[in-house]
């Protein structure tokens, strides 16, 4: 194969997928539309010092391949045991980032669409013999809109929102025994390992249907309501927060994945968890087929684009994730 692949997404799909073969000696370059890599493996920290884990809260090693990267990167000191879950330490965004350490990703970088094109595909003006799309499925269904098979597949898949609150608070708070509405989900991020213990930390999920009949609000106005609810679970006062942030994840959670664990048309594979479920181990399972999709191909046919898909069985799953 000449030439790098493109990936599109450096989220755990995308990195996955960019390790794999870049250890196979296939050459890629990663685009990220976003400022840092991991999709929703987050870490936001503010300019003031405070950090807060406001995506996925943890993960658990429910599939083979999975549990030996998480074992790799707790023995390398960018994983830890906590609480039930294995979370990245100093903040999630450390395991995809132990993943993405000597790949080429550009950042900041948006593509707009995949076009087959004379010896590959053309991204964002360049020409590649191959072409591994992780985007979330309803951008995955915009970009590979002239590939039929990868359209239809991700605009199959259903995924869900979800509003979230990062707080902070000078007073100590007591555990949430309960939630109030509509809140589905509160972390506190001061008590996990190799977190600063003040100020006190939360990061609150609020429930899907909530979300879903509040998508379109702006943050502002959003903010205070998780607040309040947050507030009332820990029994603090809201008007004493020091940091009361929303963040709105469009396409949190796939709630109904299309089933195999990658798509691939030719030299153009589509991955991410939208195919198998909404686990992370999902997403690095997602990102292994893909590159094993591409390294099949190495000495067969040029591209083409086909309306069939080739389907790779998805291997067993087990356990979940959290929120």
């Given at each position: 194969?000449?030439?790098?692949?493109?990936?599109?997404?450096?989220?755990?799909?995308?990195?996955?997928?960019?390790?794999?073969?870049?250890?196979?000696?296939?050459?890629?370059?990663?685009?990220?539309?976003?400022?840092?890599?991991?999709?929703?493996?987050?870490?936001?920290?503010?300019?003031?010092?405070?950090?807060?884990?406001?995506?996925?809260?943890?993960?658990?090693?429910?599939?083979?391949?999975?549990?030996?990267?998480?074992?790799?990167?707790?023995?390398?000191?960018?994983?830890?045991?906590?609480?039930?879950?294995?979370?990245?330490?100093?903040?999630?965004?450390?395991?995809?980032?132990?993943?993405?350490?000597?790949?080429?990703?550009?950042?900041?970088?948006?593509?707009?669409?995949?076009?087959?094109?004379?010896?590959?595909?053309?991204?964002?003006?360049?020409?590649?013999?191959?072409?591994?799309?992780?985007?979330?499925?309803?951008?995955?269904?915009?970009?590979?809109?002239?590939i039929p098979a990868i359209?239809?597949?991700?605009?199959?898949?259903?995924?869900?929102?979800?509003?979230?609150?990062?707080?902070?608070?000078?007073?100590?708070?007591?555990?949430?025994?309960s939630l109030t509405a509509?809140?589905?989900?509160?972390?506190?991020?001061?008590?996990?390992?190799?977190?600063?213990?003040?100020?006190?930390?939360?990061?609150?999920?609020?429930?899907?249907?909530?979300?879903?009949?509040?998508?379109?609000?702006?943050?502002?106005?959003?903010?205070?309501?998780?607040?309040?609810?947050?507030?009332?679970?820990?029994?603090?006062?809201?008007?004493?927060?020091?940091?009361?942030?929303?963040?709105?994840?469009?396409?949190?959670?796939?709630?109904?994945?299309?089933?195999?664990?990658?798509?691939?048309?030719?030299?153009?594979?589509?991955?991410?968890?939208?195919?198998?479920?909404?686990?992370?181990?999902?997403?690095?399972?997602?990102?292994?087929?893909?590159?094993?999709?591409?390294?099949?191909?190495?000495?067969?046919?040029?591209?083409?684009?086909?309306?069939?898909?080739?389907?790779?069985?998805?291997?067993?799953?087990?356990?979940?994730?959290?929120?």
């Amino acid at each position: 194969m000449k030439g790098p692949v493109a990936i599109i997404g450096a989220g755990l799909a995308g990195l996955t997928a960019a390790r794999t073969l870049t250890a196979a000696g296939v050459p890629v370059i990663v685009f990220e539309k976003s400022r840092g890599v991991g999709g929703r493996l987050a870490t936001r920290r503010t300019r003031s010092g405070l950090d807060f884990d406001h995506g996925a809260p943890g993960v658990t090693p429910d599939a083979a391949a999975f549990a030996d990267f998480l074992r790799a990167a707790t023995a390398a000191g960018d994983a830890a045991a906590f609480d039930g879950w294995i979370i990245g330490v100093p903040g999630m965004s450390a395991l995809p980032r132990s993943l993405a350490t000597g790949l080429d990703i550009r950042l900041e970088t948006s593509v707009e669409a995949v076009a087959p094109v004379p010896g590959g595909w053309r991204v964002n003006g360049e020409t590649f013999p191959a072409v591994i799309c992780t985007a979330p499925a309803p951008q995955t269904a915009r970009l590979c809109g002239a590939i039929p098979a990868i359209a239809r597949a991700a605009a199959s898949a259903r995924m869900i929102p979800c509003w979230t609150l990062m707080a902070a608070w000078n007073s100590d708070a007591r555990r949430a025994e309960s939630l109030t509405a509509p809140l589905a989900q509160a972390v506190r991020i001061s008590g996990r390992p190799q977190r600063a213990p003040a100020p006190e930390r939360w990061v609150a999920h609020a429930a899907p249907d909530w979300t879903l009949a509040n998508l379109e609000r702006a943050r502002e106005d959003v903010a205070p309501v998780l607040l309040a609810a947050l507030a009332a679970s820990l029994d603090l006062d809201p008007g004493a927060a020091i940091r009361a942030e929303a963040h709105r994840w469009r396409y949190a959670r796939v709630a109904q994945p299309v089933g195999p664990p990658c798509v691939a048309v030719g030299d153009i594979v589509a991955a991410g968890d939208w195919l198998l479920g909404p686990n992370a181990s999902d997403a690095h399972a997602s990102g292994l087929a893909a590159a094993a999709a591409i390294l099949s191909r190495q000495g067969g046919a040029g591209t083409g684009v086909r309306d069939t898909a080739t389907r790779t069985a998805a291997p067993p799953r087990r356990g979940g994730d959290a929120e």
